[in-house]
């Protein structure tokens, strides 16, 4: 215990980069849509098949798998504004999403951009996920932030002025949806309200268990919290409700998870 009833410790560099971002974040108007999803049919698949062949399916993995497929359909829910006030629709959905690693004893976070989602099958989105939760200190990502948090922090902030405005560069560099799931650190239902660079993000939230009404019968099913994030000043509300509910649908129907358990009977 410090003489001065605290102790100073160095404020972690990468840090720098979610200060940039909520500076950034600022300049967008985003409305936030709190939906639950059922994932009990999903959940179960899942399970079932760790119980056979003792492999966990990448929840995320899952829920990428289904959100390349409905933005690949909705192609202005990840558009971006350019200087030339015209918006750049994408062909692919790259999608950058954080993973907690551990790095010399610490945890922190790393990003990672997973391309062309909306063209990948889900056994190979889980397969670059875990490669990634492998060897993470490998990755393009990892390389460029180690040096860009280095930077003044004037200069940081003028480049990503300049990044926000550039469709090929802000794909390459910060993909063109984000997903982020929090509530893997902690039980029951929960939403998270992002700071969001993105047209469009979603945050993965906790699952509450819930009685439904199935054939006459109640039945215990199993919720997961979903904040969808939407730029305003890019996506109507009609859109975005319709979005949502197709999103909703393939989730709950546990899409891409039977022919992920298939290849492997």
Same mark, same amino acid.
């Given at each position: 215990?410090?003489?001065?009833?605290?102790?100073?410790?160095?404020?972690?560099?990468?840090?720098?980069?979610?200060?940039?971002?909520?500076?950034m974040a600022r300049q967008?108007?985003?409305?936030?849509?709190?939906?639950?999803?059922?994932?009990?049919?999903?959940?179960?698949?899942?399970?079932?098949?760790?119980?056979?062949?003792?492999?966990?399916?990448?929840?995320?993995?899952?829920?990428?798998?289904?959100?390349?497929?409905?933005?690949?359909?909705?192609?202005?829910?990840?558009?971006?504004?350019?200087?030339?006030?015209?918006?750049?629709?994408?062909?692919?959905?790259?999608?950058?999403?954080?993973?907690?690693?551990?790095?010399?004893?610490?945890?922190?976070?790393?990003?990672?951009?997973?391309?062309?989602?909306?063209?990948?099958?889900?056994?190979?989105?889980?397969?670059?996920?875990?490669?990634?939760?492998?060897?993470?200190?490998?990755?393009?990502?990892?390389? /460029?932030?180690?040096?860009?948090?280095?930077?003044?922090a004037f200069i940081r902030? /003028?480049?990503?002025?300049?990044?926000?405005?550039?469709?090929?560069?802000?794909?390459?560099?910060?993909?063109?949806?984000?997903?982020?799931?929090?509530?893997?650190?902690?039980?029951?239902?929960?939403?998270?309200?992002?700071?969001?660079?993105?047209?469009?993000?979603?945050?993965?939230?906790?699952?509450?268990?819930?009685?439904?009404?199935?054939?006459?019968?109640?039945?215990?099913?199993?919720?997961?919290?979903?904040?969808?994030?939407?730029?305003?000043?890019?996506?109507?509300?009609?859109?975005?409700?319709?979005?949502?509910?197709?999103?909703?649908?393939?989730?709950?129907?546990?899409?891409?998870?039977?022919?992920?358990?298939?290849?492997?009977?």
């Amino acid at each position: 215990m410090s003489d001065k009833g605290y102790q100073l410790v160095p404020f972690p560099k990468i840090r720098r980069l979610m200060v940039d971002g909520g500076y950034m974040a600022r300049q967008k108007h985003l409305i936030h849509g709190l939906v639950e999803m059922d994932v009990t049919h999903a959940r179960q698949l899942i399970r079932e098949h760790k119980a056979r062949t003792g492999e966990a399916l990448s929840f995320t993995a899952f829920t990428m798998t289904c959100l390349g497929q409905v933005v690949d359909k909705n192609k202005h829910m990840q558009a971006v504004r350019t200087w030339r006030e015209k918006l750049a629709l994408f062909d692919d959905v790259d999608v950058n999403t954080m993973f907690e690693v551990e790095v010399e004893g610490r945890k922190i976070i790393r990003p990672h951009i997973v391309r062309a989602v909306n063209r990948k099958s889900l056994r190979e989105i889980h397969e670059e996920i875990r490669a990634f939760q492998a060897d993470h200190e490998h990755g393009r990502e990892a390389k /460029f932030i180690d040096g860009f948090v280095l930077l003044p922090a004037f200069i940081r902030r /003028f480049f990503l002025g300049f990044l926000f405005k550039s469709p090929r560069m802000l794909k390459d560099m910060n993909g063109t949806v984000s997903l982020t799931a929090v509530g893997m650190f902690g039980d029951g239902g929960g939403w998270g309200i992002p700071v969001s660079n993105h047209t469009l993000q979603l945050t993965l939230g906790g699952m509450a268990e819930k009685p439904v009404l199935k054939d006459g019968k109640l039945e215990n099913h199993k919720f997961l919290c979903v904040t969808i994030s939407i730029d305003h000043d890019i996506v109507d509300g009609a859109p975005a409700a319709r979005f949502i509910q197709r999103l909703k649908e393939l989730v709950e129907s546990g899409y891409g998870i039977e022919e992920f358990i298939g290849e492997v009977r």
